[in-house]
């Protein structure tokens, strides 16, 4: 029981390491260093069964000790993989933000965009250059009634307040 307490702790302390590199190693080889955590994850959690195993075949006196030692083993594994999980999560959603960013940088964003769609459906129906130019500055034109109407609307308001008070 001793051998393989010793060669899992081991293994724990090499895994504690892992990380550290795994937060330094580039995009490609990342997957690599986490393939390889989980790998010794997995060889931990197998050789802690079978510590257990041991465990119980001890005399009582050393017993409690002993699964006092496992225990621990089994704490610092279990942290271990969650702050590999952990990891994970962050690295899939920043690559996930990446592609999102990539996807946005990609488009092409036009403020005409809908009247381009508009011109498009004016030259399917058969209307000439002209009326189409005479149709924006009309709009152009009662975009300046509209706002002149807004500021005589809120002015006579301000007014028929102050008389009225």
Known sequence: MEALYHQTNKQVHEVQ???GRLETSDKQS????ENEIQARIDRIFSNLERLE???NKEPPSKRQNAKLRVDQ??????HLQSALRNFQHR????????RQREELLARTFTTNGTQKKILDVVNMLG????VM???EKRAFQDKYFM???MIVTCVLMFLIVQYLT
């Open 17 to 19: 390491s892992y990380m």
């Open 30 to 33: 990342v997957h690599l260093v």
């Open 53 to 55: 195993i041991f465990c």
């Open 73 to 78: 083993l089994k704490y610092d594994i279990q």
């Open 91 to 98: 690295r899939y959603a920043r690559e996930q933000q990446e």
């Open 127 to 130: 209307l000439s250059n002209t």
């Open 133 to 135: 130019r005479l149709t």
């Open 147 to 149: 706002i002149g109407g």
